[in-house]
């Protein structure tokens, strides 16, 4: 059996040497705990690769497995893992038998302020980074400390150490993002501090670094994307705070302003917009109104309708909510009339008259709404309108109007719950039996209808469609019976087990019947080793919830086993199960 301590020995030398470099170079990330002795993460290699591995006794290697398409016995993904788990399980717990606990605070509290600062000092002298973090964290005591060129020599120094010459791949954008977001504590742990100022040089350094990576990098995981967010969110959670010193929202205000004017920010994600939303709170709070609506009118002016119809639309909009909050009604309302074929602008009105209970210009302004949707195409926007029209419907008690749009939103885009059970609720429980068993008998005659029309050219069976239409509605109803009877004649294991949860206590025996067959099948489609190690837990999982098909189930993996023998991979998955 392999160990953590000793796994490299019986492993080939190739294997562990890919493995140990991949280990080294970082590529092991989001290691977790799932459970009392099962480790996962992901491993960085051609793609994303989960690994898992299952150790007992807290060294004892007792399984492992990896989706990668490696089919030996141990992939390179694993080895990975087990170094980081060595690290992690047996290094870490020999350290710490080794060095004796130190009860820190009070050893704290034995050092004088003199023998504080001496070390302070010395230790400042020798460390620059060391001076730096102590500056940091100590900048709301001295404003003549300037943090902010240091904080931009140390966000290029952990660009340049990631770089590979002008680009910046996934792996190590990983790494980076972790030293960077570090910094972002150290805002956040300021704002704590009411240390406002240090909060916002700290935003600022951040953003203003990392907003040019995103020309240059593999941000595929979004790593940079959140860095930026979360500089942006910093930045307004300074400008929000009511303490805030006059000069400092003005600091903040200039910036604002000078970002806005780079389109890097819209033009690589929607941060332009997020910081758009950081001016109009600022111009209220400096009376700078003029400003902001000069540039507004100028972003609407030089945006092209064509070109970028969503930024000229969302500046329009922008302007008339910051008209409203100044006052200005009039212009807002003229603004709103020129602007009615911009969807939030007419959902805006459309909000007001709701409030108001003005019902028929509502649902006027409504029907304009869904003719211009559907005149440009937009199905989604046609559905958002029609779901004001349920909504003022409700209010109005309009029995006919929600039962048509519940109904509808019920089965438009698969199933919704929420709009089945409001449909359901407008009937009395006698009304409603014979309201269901007629959609029914409507969905059963229209499947078997088209399957004629398109027979011989269809390749699916009205069995499919049905549990796809009918399944979910047999569930809300807990007609268990007819749920039963369509998952018969279903074969895919998967979708078949979508349903276990409902069914197993009732028909344990039935089901047991359709999972064999389905087993064998899935048996013979599967590929890799993920498949592999999925079939063998939906096994399992069959054989904990109907114990008296154990046997079957294991004649299942052994049949299995006996077919595919050049298949190590699936044989040991499958002989978790046998054993």
């Not at 150290?186 to 040089?201: T, V």
């Not at 064998?520 to 190690?533: F, I, M, P, Q, S």
């Amino acid at each position: 059996m392999l160990t953590l301590r000793k796994f490299e020995l019986q492993i080939s030398d190739t294997i562990v040497y890919r493995g140990r470099e991949y280990y080294e170079n970082g590529a092991v990330v989001d290691v977790e705990k799932t459970g009392k002795d099962f480790w996962q993460a992901e491993v960085m290699g051609t793609e994303l690769y989960t690994v898992r591995v299952d150790i007992f006794k807290k060294d004892r290697i007792k399984s492992y497995s990896c989706d990668c398409p490696y089919d030996g016995d141990i992939c390179k993904h694993v080895v990975a893992l087990l170094f980081l788990l060595r690290e992690k399980i047996i290094n870490t717990a020999v350290r710490k038998n080794v060095v004796p606990k130190t009860d820190f605070y009070k050893l704290i509290q034995r050092i004088s302020l003199e023998e504080f600062q001496e070390f302070i000092l010395t230790h400042a002298t020798k460390d620059e980074t060391f001076k730096f973090l102590f500056e940091r964290y100590f900048s709301d005591k001295d404003s003549s400390i300037n943090i902010e060129d240091k904080y931009t020599k140390q966000l290029k120094s952990f660009i340049r150490s990631h770089s590979s010459g002008d680009f910046i791949d996934y792996r190590s954008i990983h790494r980076l993002a972790n030293e960077v977001n570090g910094l972002l504590d150290e805002g956040r742990q300021m704002i704590q501090k009411s240390n406002f100022r240090g909060a916002f040089i700290v935003a600022r350094s951040v953003l203003t670094e990392v907003i040019e990576l995103i020309t240059y990098c593999d941000d595929s995981s979004g790593y940079i994307g959140d860095i930026i967010n979360s500089s942006i969110e910093l930045i307004r959670v300074v400008a929000d705070a009511e303490s805030l010193v006059v000069d400092l929202q003005e600091e903040v205000l200039f910036f604002v302003q000078s970002a806005l004017n780079r389109s890097i920010y819209f033009d690589y994600g929607d941060f332009g917009y997020e910081i758009v939303d950081l001016y109009q709170t600022l111009a209220i709070k400096l009376n700078r109104e003029k400003s902001y609506l000069e540039f507004v009118d100028g972003q609407i002016k030089m945006t092209s309708a064509d070109e970028y119809p969503y930024r000229k639309e969302y500046f329009i909009v922008k302007k008339i909510v910051f008209l409203k909050a100044i006052g200005n009604i009039r212009g807002a309302q003229e603004l709103v009339l020129e602007n009615l074929d911009i969807v939030d602008v007419r959902r805006g009105e459309v909000n007001s008259l709701i409030e108001e209970k003005d019902f028929s210009p509502a649902k006027k302004f409504i029907a304009e709404g869904i003719k211009i949707a559907e005149k440009k195409d937009h199905p989604g926007t046609v559905a958002e309108w029609q779901k004001e029209l349920l909504r003022i419907a409700v209010l109005e008690n309009d029995k006919k109007t929600i039962r048509h749009y519940t109904k509808y939103f019920a089965f438009n885009r698969g199933f919704d719950t929420v709009y089945y059970n409001q449909w359901k609720n407008t009937f009395t429980i006698d009304e409603w039996e014979e309201e269901i068993e007629k959609y029914i008998e409507e969905r059963i005659t229209s499947v078997e209808l088209q399957y004629q029309k398109n027979k011989g050219k269809a390749w699916y069976s009205t069995d499919t469609l049905l549990l796809d239409l009918l399944a979910p509605i047999y569930i809300e109803e807990k007609y268990w019976d007819r749920l039963l009877a369509l998952i018969s004649k279903e074969t895919d294991l998967d979708r078949l087990l979508q349903y276990h949860n409902y069914l197993i206590k009732i028909y344990p025996v039935q089901l047991l019947a359709i999972y064999i067959p389905a087993f064998e099948r899935k048996g013979d489609v599967v590929g890799n080793r993920r498949e592999y190690a999925d079939l063998a837990i939906k096994m399992e999982k069959v054989i904990k919830a109907i114990p008296e098909g154990k046997d079957e189930i294991i004649a299942v993996a052994k049949e299995l086993i006996r077919k595919y023998p050049r298949r190590p991979a699936m044989i040991e998955e499958l002989n978790a199960v046998v054993c």
